[in-house]
């Protein structure tokens, strides 16, 4: 049914989705926590770490570009001590699509977090229940439909990520081709729109399936 | 035990100064709403930090402020909340144990067999919160304080949330456990009959100042302490004289001799007894052939008139009671301080095991 190359590019784009909101989702978690407590500053972080959101993805790569690029100051560190490099790779593709769904991931679990009783949290308190016996017995499972449909929105619209992906790590057929790029690709072909058409159709399903599958989960939770 | 609370805090416009020392087994905490009650459970269990204050239990010192505060996780006070609180996405048993699995010693808690063998919980600890009535999720809350074996419960309203049905439900158990625990408790409420049933120290708010403090019998029959709720019609310690053999018990008191349905306790055994003001009639003259089994002769201390009703406090003995009845009884009586009556007991509750 799909030739060899849309099944790589597919099985990548998954790949690629699934670990960027995995590492990221914890880091969300926290950020989201502190968010919802608003100490002084959260005004500068919440903007900061909503900006992916309403900047161009072109910008986001260029600025991962300047930051982790083979010659920049943290991309060369990190190439040299920890043999990590994310250019031209499928890990910076993954990192790429981190970023950009990080507000979504962010968003949702602040806004379980912040529906979340307080008064449940008073009464564990009074049953001895110290910060972080609360935090994971507590807050997280009242938090958990909020973390469930961030994080299936975040996968569902990392698989759609093209701009960012493209500047920062190129578009390496079997290495950082996901299926949007894919989808690009093929179009840049002479008589590839048959082939961009059913990427398109593909991309469509994938988008319907997680979608639905987010909704299904906290559905489920709630009960 | 003792409890000794001082405490200043401000929030918004209200203002709380409230100093109180009890020793009191069951104390309730008296007022109306916006009294400040529940700032003040809150200030016990830890939750909020006033601006200066001092809370001991038993001489063990949680807040001193400015300087010490005792966070709420380890304070040891149980607390059962109005809304009850229970935690949704676990199941009854779980929640009855989360107390239980943190406290570091078991004390207090009893056995869990025995908390849920008290409360009725035993069909219930499969279940989920959600699917519970609001009786079952009080008893559900109230277990799962004990079982983290308190060194004292607050009960901030627990029966506020609920119809006079489950209210009635839920009041024996906490009875039972008012006479059973070892456990002080600090009952918050604005309901003249939940305190009568359970206190036997009251402590009275109003906008956030001790208005008044004292024993539950003398103090809800005092008109001006409790100003404002309707008032209760006595409550007071009786001891069985008789069994008679006409299916009626004697049970004296200090003012008199009551005639109740015979009782199922020796004789000597110690009783509270409870009247309704609704249930006390006067008369200015012995009344003869009435149905009616108990007239005790009084002296009218004291008349409040609020609207059409007139509370008529009166004095049987060293005994303080209220009789509610309307104004214009009142007038028609010609009813003023000082005035022997005779009052006419209609009807007469009785609890075994007082304070």
Known sequence: ?223 | MSLEVFLRHRMGVFSLAAEFVTHGKVTALFGPSGSGKSTIVAAIAGLIRPRQGRVALDGRVLTDLPGLFVPAERRRIGVVFQDARLFPRMSVRDNLLFGWRRAESKANAGTIAHVVDLLGLAPLLARRPRGLSGGEKSRVALGRALLASPEMLLLDEPLASLDAARRGEILPYLEKLAREAKLPMLYVSHQVEEVARLADEVVVLENGRVKAQGMAFDLLTDLDAVAGVPPLGAVFEATIQEHRGDGLSLIAFDGGVLTVRRLPHSVGSRLRVRLRAEDIMLALAEPQAISANNVLACTVKAIRTSGDEADIQLLCGATRLVSRITAASRARLGLEPGLAVYAIVKSVTVERGAA
Not at chain 1, 32 to 55: C, E, M, N, S
Request: aromatic letters at 6%.
């Open chain 1, 1 to 223: 049914m799909l030739t060899p190359a849309e099944t790589a590019a597919l099985m990548l784009s998954l790949r690629v989705s699934g670990v960027a909101v995995a590492c990221a989702l914890p880091l969300a978690f926290l950020t989201a926590l502190l968010l919802a407590k608003k100490p002084v500053g959260t005004t500068v972080v919440g903007g900061i770490v909503h900006l992916p959101l309403v900047l161009p993805p072109v910008a986001v790569g260029y600025l991962l570009l300047v930051v982790f690029g083979a010659r920049a100051p943290v991309g060369a560190w990190l190439d040299q001590t920890l043999g990590i490099r994310f250019v031209f790779s499928w890990t910076g593709a993954a990192l790429a699509s981190a970023l950009i769904t990080f507000p979504l991931q962010v968003r949702a679990i602040r806004l379980a977090l912040e529906s979340a009783d307080p008064g449940l949290i008073e009464a564990a308190r009074t049953l001895g229940a110290r910060r972080l016996d609360r935090l994971v017995n507590v807050t997280l499972p009242l938090a958990l439909p909020g973390v469930v449909s961030g994080a299936i929105t975040a996968f569902a619209a990392a698989l759609g990520e093209f701009g960012a992906i493209i500047t920062f790590v190129s578009n390496i057929p079997g290495e950082t081709q996901t299926l949007p790029l894919a989808i690009y690709a093929a179009l840049q072909a002479p008589g590839g729109e048959s082939e961009a058409a059913r990427l398109c159709v593909l991309s469509i399903l994938l988008a319907l399936i997680f979608l639905s599958a987010g909704e299904f989960a906290s559905r489920r939770i709630w009960r």
